[in-house]
C-alpha cells in the first residue's frame, strides 16, 4: 500500500531504538532496533491504521504535504 504519511524516526538513548511517530495518526509509535526495521514497522503500522480507520468508516487524517517553498526555506535555514 502506497500513502502520503509522515513518519519521524528518531534515535532514542534511552530505550537504545529508533522510535518511529506516525504524526498525522495523533502521534502513534513504534520502534525498531535498526533504522530499517523502524522503518518497516513504521510502514506496517501506518498500514494497519489506514485499514483501522476504513473498517470503522472513519475519516483518514490529511496527509501533511510539504511545498517547494518550504523546502528550500528549510535548506536555507540549516545552511546558514
Not at 511517530?21 to 514497522?41: I, W
Request: with cysteine.
Amino acid at each position: 500500500m502506497t500513502c502520503r504519511y509522515s513518519m519521524l524516526i528518531q534515535w532514542s538513548d534511552e530505550d537504545q531504538v529508533y522510535v518511529v511517530t506516525l504524526l498525522e495518526f495523533d502521534g502513534n509509535k513504534t520502534h525498531g532496533d535498526t533504522y530499517e526495521e523502524a522503518a518497516r514497522k513504521g510502514q506496517e503500522a501506518l498500514e494497519s491504521l489506514i485499514e483501522a480507520f476504513q473498517a470503522e468508516g472513519w475519516p483518514l487524517p490529511e496527509p501533511t504535504v510539504f511545498t517547494s517553498a518550504e523546502i528550500a526555506e528549510s535548506n536555507t535555514a540549516n545552511a546558514e
